[in-house]
């Protein structure tokens, strides 16, 4: 929303979107989550991730990692060594996630494009 934009607003309006935290800066932000808790994200490639040392245990077992609100994976993790000031966890395996429901009989190919109605 640009200066001019915010002009036609109300003054209560104006003063409660100065105040909210910044979306844009939040939205891109890795997690892993860890049962009911988060965790940022550092560094994320194909082989694992890290996290700042003093923020995360030694996390292991199944684990979520989410872009903003969007999920991008489920990981079955282990811990490394730490490095420097990050502790970095490597994939056992990866999981994408699903976009359509499964479906509980095979599919064929030869399925009609369309019904028509009864005149």
Do not use: C
Request: aromatic share 8%; charged share 30%; glycine share 8%.
């Amino acid at each position: 929303m640009t200066d001019d934009d915010m002009f036609f607003l109300p003054r209560e309006a104006r003063e409660s979107l100065a105040r909210a935290p910044d979306r844009e800066a939040s939205a891109g932000r890795m997690r892993v989550q860890v049962g009911e808790v988060w965790y940022p994200i550092t560094a994320l490639d194909e082989d694992g991730f890290e996290v700042a040392l003093n923020l995360a245990p030694k996390l292991r077992g199944l684990v979520e990692i989410h872009e903003g609100p969007r999920l991008l994976r489920s990981a079955l993790i282990v811990a490394m060594d730490p490095v420097g000031d990050v502790m970095r966890y490597a994939f056992k395996r990866t999981t994408a996630p699903r976009t359509t429901a499964p479906l509980d009989y095979e599919r064929t190919g030869d399925l009609p494009s369309g019904y028509l109605g009864a005149t």
